[in-house]
């Protein structure tokens, strides 16, 4: 069974990588094309993740965008600038080309949010993959365990392992056992992995999904040519696009 994956996955991998999935331009291609290394590249890819939440991301990305080319709401993406502005101005500048789509749960999960990098890390998010040794799994574990709290929604699993693969693709961080990076299970990739066989149709329905997907893909891939997070954007986008034939 697992070798009957495996070849599908082969199949995937090929398709995506001779461009038969689409996916020229991905949803985070949209952005100001800050250096890399930057501060501002770090807190711009993080902030509008927490909000990419059952929406779509290209329309999320382009309005993060939007709202950096505007002189008049780029502050949202200044921690200290944020914490110096009151809730309705932020919240103003959210809604005005909708990164937030919830005007107030969102807007105070943005806040959070900055509240959590000025207070911890000097308003600068880089400081967490120091503190904590640029490690996957100890950077999962201060996030999603030891501080769940203080990052709604980046703490999910869905969000969490894939805010910290858009990382790895448009900043310059060198994790640490990046083996460990595993499927950030959203809705495509869930519905990819029914697909492939690797879940059932029970399980496709059950309120554990994201981790029953987690796990399966972590056992199936161990000791072979893929981390799991390289099977990502393949499924992704097969999904998204009708789940052509595998050839």
Known sequence: ????????????VNMYKNGLLGGEVMPEDSNPKFSKESKENYNYFTLPMALNYQRNSY?????????????????????????????????????KYKIALQQNKQTEIWMKLCDTINEFFDGDIRNLFKVNDYDIEKIRNYIQKEHKAKFPYLSGNKIC???????????????KNIEK???APDTHVVKASYKLGVITEKELNSSNV??????????????????????????????????????
Not at 1 to 12: Q, S
Not at 221 to 238: C, G
């Open 181 to 183: 990076l595993t499927v």
């Open 210 to 247: 994201q981790l029953i997907v987690i796990d399966r893909w972590n056992e199936i891939l161990k000791n072979t040519k893929y981390n799991p997070i390289d099977i990502h954007t393949p499924m992704w986008l097969w999904s998204r696009n009708g789940f052509m034939d595998l050839k």
């Open 59 to 95: 329309k999320l990305w382009e309005s993060a965008n939007e709202t950096w080319r505007d002189e008049n709401t780029r502050f949202v993406f200044d921690t200290e600038k944020v914490k110096n502005a009151n809730f309705e101005q932020v919240q103003k500048a959210l809604i």
């Open 1 to 12: 069974m697992e070798n009957e994956i495996l070849e599908k996955v082969d199949k995937l």
């Open 161 to 175: 392992n894939y805010w910290l693969y858009v990382l790895y693709q448009y900043t310059d961080i060198k994790f």
